[in-house]
């Protein structure tokens, strides 16, 4: 139960039905309202304080934080934000940091994957093409293939940013094809990333990785 309310009310946080600053209704007024448990609530506001979204003190009740202590790579804020309908500032962040990110990774991928890398990648990229990103299955390979440039990398710094990255991948994908309605073939960007890191051409895979994001980035409107 409290996963749902953290749900409802992370929603409502991140669209903008409440500001920095607001304060959450009472866990009584809450609790009466939507007809769940009083413990329900309380659970649900400490996983949104966690997430940097509230902050609660005695006597004063819970409220909004500022948007910069919101952990926007957390995997449920993401899917909050894009829940409640991105914008076009948030869309410009996300994307701003693939081009700071991937780039890099491939380019260090390009330099230290082995043959098992280059194995999975290569039928990450057989799943892509075999079933498209209009599939489940065809974003799930998408996914996979960034992941696996970063887990190439050996750096673990960049590793542990893999499943948030992932995420936005999945996140922006999905924003192209529901809201603008692409079609154009994403294949080629990323046949020419592999070519390079297969090749072992470091700054070829990061003007090819960049080239790719940028791509996505005018699939999403953001031009």
Do not use: C
């Not at 003190?57 to 909004?64: D, L, V």
């Not at 094809?177 to 080629?188: I, T």
């Not at 990323?190 to 895979?205: K, L, P, S, W």
């Amino acid at each position: 139960m409290h996963d749902r309310i953290a749900h409802d009310l992370g929603v409502a946080i991140v669209g903008g039905r409440y500001q920095p600053g607001d304060i959450l209704p009472g866990e009584e007024r809450y609790s009466a309202e939507q007809g769940v448990s009083r413990t329900a609530y309380r659970e649900a506001v400490r996983v949104l304080s966690a997430k940097g979204l509230v902050y609660s003190r005695t006597k004063s009740g819970t409220r909004i934080t500022d948007r910069l202590r919101w952990n926007m790579l957390d995997l449920d804020v993401l899917a909050w934000m894009f829940e409640a309908g991105p914008t076009a500032e948030f869309l410009r962040d996300i994307f701003e940091l693939r081009i700071v990110v991937e780039p890099a990774a491939a380019q260090f991928a390009a330099l230290r994957r082995d043959g098992q890398d280059i194995s999975r990648m290569g039928h990450a990229l057989e799943e892509m093409r075999r079933f498209g990103l209009q599939t489940a299955e065809g974003r799930a390979a998408d996914q996979s293939f960034h992941r696996l440039i970063l887990h190439a990398t050996r750096n673990e710094s960049l590793i542990t940013l893999a499943t948030s990255v992932t995420a936005v991948v999945a996140w922006t994908t999905r924003f192209a094809r529901d809201e603008r309605k692409e079609s154009r073939d994403p294949m080629p960007d990323h046949d020419a990333v592999f070519d390079a890191i297969m090749r072992g051409e470091g700054e070829e895979a990061r003007l090819k990785m960049l080239a790719l994001i940028r791509n996505a980035s005018t699939d999403a409107g953001m031009l």
